[in-house]
Protein backbone atom coordinates (compact mmCIF):
# COMPACT_ATOMS: atom_id res chain seq x y z
CA UNK A 1 0.00 0.00 0.00
CA UNK A 2 1.55 3.32 -1.23
CA UNK A 3 1.53 6.55 0.62
CA UNK A 4 -1.19 7.67 -0.76
CA UNK A 5 -3.61 5.26 0.08
CA UNK A 6 -2.44 5.53 3.75
CA UNK A 7 -3.07 9.33 3.62
CA UNK A 8 -6.22 8.91 2.09
CA UNK A 9 -7.66 6.39 4.80
CA UNK A 10 -6.58 8.30 7.52
CA UNK A 11 -8.31 11.28 6.16
CA UNK A 12 -11.38 9.09 5.94
CA UNK A 13 -11.85 8.56 9.25
CA UNK A 14 -10.92 11.84 10.48
CA UNK A 15 -12.60 14.24 7.85
CA UNK A 16 -12.92 16.78 10.11
CA UNK A 17 -9.58 17.43 10.93
CA UNK A 18 -8.02 20.56 9.48
CA UNK A 19 -8.41 19.29 5.97
CA UNK A 20 -5.70 21.96 3.78
CA UNK A 21 -3.44 21.64 6.80
CA UNK A 22 -3.10 17.53 6.43
CA UNK A 23 -2.87 17.79 2.46
CA UNK A 24 -0.36 21.05 3.01
CA UNK A 25 1.68 19.02 5.31
CA UNK A 26 1.85 16.01 3.34
CA UNK A 27 2.29 16.97 0.24
CA UNK A 28 5.62 17.24 1.28
CA UNK A 29 6.03 13.72 1.24
CA UNK A 30 4.39 13.04 -2.62
CA UNK A 31 3.05 15.75 -5.39
CA UNK A 32 -0.26 16.72 -5.54
CA UNK A 33 -1.90 17.02 -8.91
CA UNK A 34 -3.11 20.08 -9.96
CA UNK A 35 -7.05 19.75 -11.51
CA UNK A 36 -6.76 20.08 -15.23
CA UNK A 37 -8.59 22.95 -17.16
CA UNK A 38 -11.16 20.14 -18.46
CA UNK A 39 -11.67 18.89 -14.73
CA UNK A 40 -12.32 22.19 -13.73
CA UNK A 41 -14.95 23.23 -16.32
CA UNK A 42 -16.80 20.34 -15.68
CA UNK A 43 -17.00 21.12 -11.66
CA UNK A 44 -18.36 23.97 -12.50
CA UNK A 45 -21.13 22.91 -14.93
CA UNK A 46 -21.70 20.71 -12.63
CA UNK A 47 -22.16 23.36 -9.43
CA UNK A 48 -24.14 26.05 -11.93
CA UNK A 49 -26.70 22.81 -12.44
CA UNK A 50 -26.82 21.72 -8.89
CA UNK A 51 -26.95 25.37 -7.31
CA UNK A 52 -27.20 28.17 -9.12
CA UNK A 53 -30.34 26.54 -11.46
CA UNK A 54 -32.30 26.06 -8.49
CA UNK A 55 -31.71 29.55 -7.17
CA UNK A 56 -32.95 31.20 -10.23
CA UNK A 57 -36.08 28.99 -10.38
CA UNK A 58 -36.59 30.06 -6.63
CA UNK A 59 -35.87 33.74 -7.31
CA UNK A 60 -38.02 33.71 -10.81
CA UNK A 61 -41.03 31.74 -9.66
CA UNK A 62 -40.96 31.64 -5.95
CA UNK A 63 -39.98 34.94 -4.91
CA UNK A 64 -40.80 37.36 -8.00
CA UNK A 65 -43.57 35.75 -9.73
CA UNK A 66 -42.80 35.03 -12.98
CA UNK A 67 -39.90 35.08 -15.89
CA UNK A 68 -40.54 38.35 -17.18
CA UNK A 69 -40.57 40.05 -14.46
CA UNK A 70 -37.21 38.49 -13.24
CA UNK A 71 -35.91 39.23 -16.88
CA UNK A 72 -37.02 43.15 -15.98
CA UNK A 73 -35.38 43.51 -12.43
CA UNK A 74 -32.01 44.45 -12.18
CA UNK A 75 -32.05 42.99 -8.34
CA UNK A 76 -33.57 39.54 -9.31
CA UNK A 77 -29.88 38.32 -10.95
CA UNK A 78 -27.67 40.36 -8.83
CA UNK A 79 -29.44 38.19 -5.58
CA UNK A 80 -29.00 35.04 -7.80
CA UNK A 81 -25.28 35.65 -7.67
CA UNK A 82 -24.85 36.77 -4.80
CA UNK A 83 -26.68 33.98 -3.06
CA UNK A 84 -24.82 31.25 -5.10
CA UNK A 85 -21.63 32.99 -3.57
CA UNK A 86 -22.71 32.92 -0.59
CA UNK A 87 -23.32 28.85 -0.89
CA UNK A 88 -19.95 28.01 -3.19
CA UNK A 89 -18.36 29.96 0.11
CA UNK A 90 -20.13 28.34 2.78
CA UNK A 91 -19.27 24.79 0.94
CA UNK A 92 -15.46 26.29 0.45
CA UNK A 93 -15.47 26.83 4.28
CA UNK A 94 -16.46 23.68 5.40
CA UNK A 95 -16.10 21.50 3.20
CA UNK A 96 -13.16 22.80 0.71
CA UNK A 97 -14.89 21.19 -1.94
CA UNK A 98 -17.98 22.21 -4.07
CA UNK A 99 -20.60 19.69 -5.07
CA UNK A 100 -19.22 19.72 -8.64
CA UNK A 101 -15.72 19.68 -7.00
CA UNK A 102 -16.42 16.49 -5.25
CA UNK A 103 -17.81 14.87 -8.25
CA UNK A 104 -14.67 14.77 -9.78
CA UNK A 105 -12.46 14.35 -6.48
CA UNK A 106 -11.04 18.34 -6.84
CA UNK A 107 -10.29 20.40 -3.71
CA UNK A 108 -9.42 24.15 -2.97
CA UNK A 109 -6.45 24.40 -0.42
CA UNK A 110 -4.53 27.54 -0.10
CA UNK A 111 -0.59 27.69 -0.40
CA UNK A 112 -0.13 28.14 3.27
CA UNK A 113 -1.46 25.44 4.50
CA UNK A 114 -4.67 27.45 6.47
CA UNK A 115 -7.96 26.46 6.23
CA UNK A 116 -10.33 28.59 3.83
CA UNK A 117 -12.46 31.14 5.62
CA UNK A 118 -15.84 32.02 4.35
CA UNK A 119 -14.36 35.73 3.89
CA UNK A 120 -11.65 34.33 1.97
CA UNK A 121 -13.64 32.13 -0.45
CA UNK A 122 -16.43 34.76 -1.07
CA UNK A 123 -13.25 37.63 -2.02
CA UNK A 124 -12.85 34.61 -4.27
CA UNK A 125 -15.81 34.26 -6.00
CA UNK A 126 -15.86 37.98 -6.62
CA UNK A 127 -12.29 37.49 -8.24
CA UNK A 128 -13.34 34.50 -10.18
CA UNK A 129 -16.49 37.19 -11.10
CA UNK A 130 -14.09 39.74 -12.42
CA UNK A 131 -11.56 37.09 -14.17
CA UNK A 132 -14.78 35.82 -16.30
CA UNK A 133 -15.45 38.91 -17.74
CA UNK A 134 -12.23 39.48 -18.86
CA UNK A 135 -12.24 35.69 -19.94
CA UNK A 136 -8.05 35.55 -19.74
CA UNK A 137 -8.10 35.04 -16.04
CA UNK A 138 -10.16 31.81 -16.05
CA UNK A 139 -8.28 30.45 -19.62
CA UNK A 140 -5.00 30.91 -17.87
CA UNK A 141 -4.91 27.15 -16.75
CA UNK A 142 -4.66 26.20 -20.44
CA UNK A 143 -1.10 27.72 -20.52
CA UNK A 144 0.58 27.66 -17.17
CA UNK A 145 2.50 24.30 -15.61
CA UNK A 146 0.62 25.07 -12.43
CA UNK A 147 -2.53 24.99 -14.07
CA UNK A 148 -3.69 28.23 -11.76
CA UNK A 149 -6.43 30.84 -12.70
CA UNK A 150 -5.98 34.68 -12.09
CA UNK A 151 -8.00 34.53 -8.94
CA UNK A 152 -5.98 31.68 -7.69
CA UNK A 153 -2.86 33.52 -8.37
CA UNK A 154 -4.05 36.19 -6.31
CA UNK A 155 -5.20 34.34 -3.59
CA UNK A 156 -2.04 31.77 -3.55
CA UNK A 157 -4.37 28.93 -3.86
CA UNK A 158 -4.38 25.78 -6.10
CA UNK A 159 -7.10 23.09 -7.07
CA UNK A 160 -5.94 19.66 -6.87
CA UNK A 161 -7.23 16.46 -8.10
CA UNK A 162 -7.20 13.50 -4.85
CA UNK A 163 -7.06 11.12 -7.47
Excluded: C
Excluded at 29 to 58: G, H, T
Excluded at 136 to 155: A, N, Q
Aim: hydrophobic share 45%; aromatic share 14%; charged share 20%.
Amino acid sequence: MGKNAKHWRRFKQNPQENLNQTLYENSKNYEIASASFIQRLKAQIVDIFMIYIPILYLLTYVVIGNAKDFRESIWGPLVGVLLYGVIVSLFLKFKSQTPGKKAYDLLLIRDDGKKVTFFFAFVRFILFLISSSIIIGVLSPLWRKDKKTMYDLILKTSVVSKS
